[in-house]
Structure formats: C-alpha cells, structure tokens
Nanobody
Framework: QVQLVESGGGLVQAGGSLRLSCAAS????????MGWFRQAPEKEREFVAS????????YYADSVKGRFPISRDNAKNTVYLQMNSLKPEDTAVYYC?????????????????WGQGTQVTVSS
C-alpha cells in the first residue's frame, strides 16, 4: 500500500532553516503531483506547496512563497520542502500528501494519501 514518511522536523530559531523530506513507497511516484500541508495548534490544516509529477511546475501559499521551495527526486521517490527564513508562525505539524493527479493543486480534496506528519517548532 501507499506509504508516505516525513522526516526533518525539529526545533529551530527564527530566521533559521530546516529541510523536510517525504519518502514514498507503494506507488509509481513519478506519476503523481505531491504536496505539503501544515496544521498549527487549534487551527485547520492548510496548504503550503505543491509540485507536479515532473517537478517543472510548483505552486505555493502566499505565506511561504519565496521562503519554502519544494522539490522532488523521482529516482529516490522523495519530495522535499526547504524551509528558509523561518518565523514563529510557521510552527506546525507538516504533512506530506500524494495528489490524485499529476498536476499542482492546493485543495485537500485532491489528495488521497497522507503521511503521519513531522513537528516543526520555530522559537522567537
């Protein structure tokens, strides 16, 4: 079955960087777009970034645009989220998700498999 396993979260000071990884298995990884979402305490899960099957197209939430580039390595079945210039408001559990299609999308309804999440905490 499809499995998505995130890693790379942790505690970092404001202004610092982290790189999240999501290793996928049980699917033809290069056929699907992938996405990252996040959920802060007492808030709804929100879209962060999406990348197309080839990696040539990306789509970002305004709150992370220019700070969190998304990338993928289809040979390694892995998608990445490089998180730069982190802010305390970026604190959340970050989830990797597999899209039902091969194109970028910010709608949770377009994703059918989710990882277990990795905690990112940014201190001020």
């Amino acid at each position: 079955q499809v499995q998505l396993v995130e890693s790379g979260g942790g505690l970092v000071q404001a202004g610092g960087s982290l790189r999240l990884s999501c290793a996928a298995s049980g699917l033809t990884f290069s056929s699907y777009a992938m996405g990252w979402f996040r959920q802060a305490p007492e808030k709804e899960r929100e879209f962060v970034a999406s990348i197309s099957w080839s990696g040539r197209s990306t789509y970002y939430a305004d709150s992370v645009k220019g700070r969190f580039p998304i990338s993928r390595d289809n040979a390694k079945n892995t998608v990445y989220l490089q998180m730069n210039s982190l802010k305390p408001e970026d604190t959340a559990v970050y989830y990797c998700a597999k899209s039902k299609t091969n194109w970028v999308t910010n709608s949770m309804r377009d994703y059918d498999y989710w990882g277990q999440g990795t905690q990112v905490t940014v201190s001020s």
